[in-house]
C-alpha cells in the first residue's frame, strides 16, 4: 500500500508497517484501547498494555479477550511515575500510544483532581517516560474534540485553534495539549523522538459501557427494559464510530515513525461535516431500529456541557492522507449488530475482527 496515494481504499492502515513493531498501549482495558489493541494484535504488532483494572462490568477488554494476544498486560496507573517508567522500559517500546484518561465530562465535576491528576499529570509522566527509554520514536498522545474553547461555532475547529474547557475535563485535556506542545519543543524533538497530539470527535462502537454516554445509555435501557432519559437533546456532536479514530491514530503514528518532525503537531480526526448530529437525532435514528424503546427529555438542570462542537480534519485529510469511511448510518448499525452478537452469545473477538476488517476492506 502507498504511503502517499489518496484514494478512499488507500486510507486505511498500513498492516505490513505494524508488524513486529514493539507498541507501549496505555489505556487498553479501555473501549477505545480495547479496539485498538485487537486491531494491532491483528497485524501483528507486538503490544504491552498498561491500565487500571477494566472500568465497567461488563466491560470490552473482557468480553473481547483483549489479553489473550498482547505481549503483557499491565494493571497500572498512569499517575505512579515511576511504575509506568519501569514498565516501559522493559517493553523497550518502538512506538507509544496514549489512550489512558479520565474521559467522562459530568464525572469530571464530581471528581476534578482526579481528572486533573489523571489527563495532565498522567501526562507528564507518560512523556517523562519517554524521555527515559531510549527505543521510542513516535509517540500519539490523544486527547479530544473538547480541547478546544468552545464559542458555540457552527463549522468546525482547527487544530491551530485556541486551547480551552468550561468544565474540567475538557480544561484537563487543553492541558494536556499544552504539555505535549512544551514537551515536543523542549525535550522530544532534539532527542529524535516524533510527538503528535490526535482529537477524535464523540466515538460509538459496540462494547462501551460507560456511565453518562449516549449509545451506551441508550443500549442500557433496551437491556433493561426501562426508559431512556436525555440531558440535552439538543447537544450536536461529531459522531465516529470508534474504527475511525483508531485509523487515524495508526497511520499517523505510522507518519511520525517513518517521517519523524514533519508530522509531530496536533491532528483532528473527526467524521464528515454532515454527521455532526444531535442527541435527538441519534436516538430517533436508532428507535427505528428497537420501536421498544421508550425515552424522555429531563427537565432538571443540567452540569454545563458543549451544545455545538464539531471538528475540521482537512489537514489530516491531505496530509496524512486519512478521511472517514463509514457514514452514521453504518456506525449505528455497526453497533447494535455488535451489542446482537454480545446478547446472543457470540465471540465477540471473532465478532469484533471481522467489523475491522469490513472497515479496513470499505465493507458497508
Known amino acids: 500500500m502507498g504511503q502517499r496515494q489518496s484514494t478512499v481504499e488507500n486510507m486505511v492502515v498500513n498492516h505490513d508497517f505494524w508488524q513486529d513493531k514493539r507498541v507501549f498501549l496505555t489505556g487498553h482495558t479501555g473501549f477505545k484501547?480495547?479496539?485498538?489493541?485487537?486491531?494491532?494484535?491483528a497485524m501483528g504488532a507486538k503490544v504491552t498494555g498498561y491500565a487500571l483494572s477494566p472500568p465497567t462490568e461488563p466491560n470490552f477488554f473482557t468480553v473481547a479477550n483483549v489479553e489473550q494476544g498482547l505481549v503483557k498486560h499491565i494493571i497500572g496507573d498512569i499517575r505512579e511515575a515511576e511504575q509506568l517508567k519501569n514498565a516501559m522500559q522493559a517493553a523497550q517500546p518502538d512506538i507509544v500510544l496514549h489512550l489512558a484518561a479520565q474521559a467522562l465530562v459530568r464525572y469530571s465535576y464530581a471528581q476534578p483532581i482526579e481528572t486533573y491528576s489523571v489527563n495532565v499529570m498522567g501526562t507528564v509522566h507518560l512523556l517523562e517516560a519517554v524521555r527515559a527509554t531510549s527505543s521510542v520514536k513516535a509517540v500519539?498522545?490523544?486527547?479530544?474534540?473538547?480541547?478546544?474553547?468552545?464559542?458555540?461555532?457552527?463549522?468546525?475547529?482547527?487544530?491551530?485553534?485556541?486551547?480551552?474547557g468550561f468544565d474540567p475535563y475538557s480544561s484537563s485535556k487543553g492541558c494536556a495539549e499544552l504539555v505535549?506542545?512544551?514537551?515536543?519543543?523542549?525535550?522530544?524533538?532534539?532527542?529524535?523522538?516524533?510527538?503528535?497530539?490526535?482529537?477524535?470527535?464523540?466515538?460509538?462502537?459496540?462494547?462501551?459501557?460507560?456511565?453518562?454516554?449516549?449509545?451506551?445509555?441508550?443500549?442500557?435501557?433496551?437491556?433493561?427494559?426501562?426508559?431512556?432519559?436525555?440531558?440535552s437533546p439538543e447537544a450536536t456532536r461529531p459522531w465516529q464510530h470508534v474504527l475511525e479514530p483508531l485509523s487515524g491514530y495508526l497511520r499517523l503514528a505510522e507518519r511520525l515513525y517513518t517521517d519523524g518532525a514533519e508530522f509531530a503537531d496536533a491532528w483532528n480526526f473527526g467524521p464528515l461535516?454532515?454527521?455532526?448530529?444531535?442527541?435527538?437525532?441519534?436516538?430517533?435514528q436508532l428507535a427505528e431500529h428497537r420501536p421498544d424503546l421508550h425515552w424522555q427529555c429531563d427537565s432538571a438542570p443540567q452540569a454545563h456541557e458543549a451544545h455545538y462542537l464539531t471538528l475540521d480534519s482537512s489537514k489530516a485529510k491531505?496530509?496524512?492522507?486519512?478521511?472517514?469511511?463509514?457514514?452514521?448510518?453504518?456506525?449505528?448499525?455497526?453497533?447494535?449488530?455488535?451489542h446482537e452478537a454480545w446478547r446472543e452469545g457470540q465471540a465477540m473477538q471473532a465478532v469484533t475482527l471481522a467489523q475491522i476488517d469490513d472497515y479496513t476492506h470499505g465493507k458497508i
Request: aromatic share 12%.
Open 33 to 41: 484501547g480495547g479496539w485498538l489493541a485487537l486491531w494491532l494484535q
Open 140 to 164: 500519539v498522545n490523544v486527547t479530544t474534540d473538547k480541547c478546544y474553547e468552545n464559542r458555540e461555532w457552527h463549522w468546525g475547529y482547527r487544530e491551530n485553534e485556541a486551547m480551552g
Open 180 to 231: 505535549t506542545a512544551a514537551y515536543r519543543q523542549s525535550f522530544l524533538h532534539g532527542a529524535g523522538v516524533a510527538l503528535a497530539s490526535a482529537r477524535a470527535g464523540n466515538v460509538i462502537g459496540g462494547g462501551d459501557w460507560a456511565i453518562d454516554r449516549l449509545i451506551p445509555d441508550f443500549l442500557r435501557a433496551l437491556d433493561t427494559q426501562q426508559s431512556l432519559t436525555l440531558r
Open 273 to 284: 461535516p454532515e454527521d455532526a448530529r444531535s442527541v435527538r437525532w441519534i436516538v430517533e
Open 318 to 338: 491531505h496530509r496524512l492522507p486519512w478521511q472517514p469511511r463509514w457514514r452514521l448510518a453504518t456506525a449505528l448499525q455497526k453497533t447494535l449488530a455488535w
